[in-house]
């Protein structure tokens, strides 16, 4: 998986890494009160987009917990939603925001939309280490996520890796939504639902390139630890933890 970078917030933007999900698009909800519903018109997108002949392997559901089920998290700039991703309804999307050059920078998906779909694709038809996920904040999609089993992943050869590390890349993907402390927020907001849903994990890991310095303020403000620089094959990297038992206090 290793992606090219896992960014976040201020004037740069995010990460990569590949992954599925066995559930084909659905958003969870519940809560009306707390105003937890994905927009109607979303959902039914999501509807539509599950067919029988959807390639996610079963396996998904049992290495990541079943993203599509995690539910949403409330923050203070609103309901956040992670979204498995669906090809026919998120790829225009995802692919204009790798052609963002800030984010080409660091993803290299740059191109045409074939290039982003074939690295989406990668991960929808693996063994469900990784889920490319949309994050819908306040019912509006505004970032790409992947959330993936570090300890599963060529991540692993290069720190000492524990059983059910999740690994979190990230990129914003509108110019206005960076800058304003919105990657931090929701980095914290899907760590905590990674601690939350997956009770085997004790660690949220991140591998952001160390060039990135917005990336690795953001992290850094959303309660993870430097833990070590590490060489990967497409960067120098800042390996950047989050631990269960240091959740309350940083």
Not at 70 to 94: K, M, Q
Request: glycine residues 6%; charged residues 25%; proline residues 8%.
């Amino acid at each position: 998986m290793l992606p090219t970078d896992a960014s976040a917030d201020a004037g740069t933007a995010p990460a990569t890494d590949p992954g599925t999900e066995t559930r084909p698009c659905q958003g969870t909800d519940n809560e009306d009160t707390l105003d937890l519903r994905l927009p109607d018109a979303f959902l039914e997108s999501c509807a539509r987009d599950e067919a029988p002949t959807a390639t996610r392997p079963a396996t998904g559901d049992d290495l990541l917990d079943r993203v599509a089920a995690w539910g949403p998290a409330v923050t203070t700039a609103g309901v956040f939603h992670l979204v498995p991703v669906c090809i026919e309804r998120d790829l225009p999307l995802i692919s204009r925001w790798m052609n963002d050059p800030a984010v080409a920078a660091f993803w290299q998906l740059d191109g045409v939309p074939d290039v982003t779909e074939a690295h989406l694709r990668a991960q929808l038809d693996g063994d469900g280490r990784s889920v490319p996920c949309v994050g819908v904040l306040k019912g509006t999609p505004m970032s790409y996520w992947e959330i993936y089993r570090a300890d599963l992943d060529p991540l692993a050869r290069h720190y000492p890796a524990r059983p059910h590390d999740t690994g979190i890349h990230l990129l914003i993907g509108d110019a206005a939504d960076r800058g304003r402390g919105l990657g931090s927020l929701l980095l914290r907001a899907v760590a905590d639902l990674v601690l939350d849903r997956r009770p085997a994990c004790a660690r949220v890991v991140a591998e952001p390139d160390l060039r990135n310095t917005p990336s690795l303020a953001a992290f850094l403000h959303a309660g993870f630890r430097f833990s070590t620089e590490v060489d990967l094959p497409a960067k120098r990297a800042a390996l950047m933890v989050r631990d269960r038992h240091l959740r309350h206090l940083l």
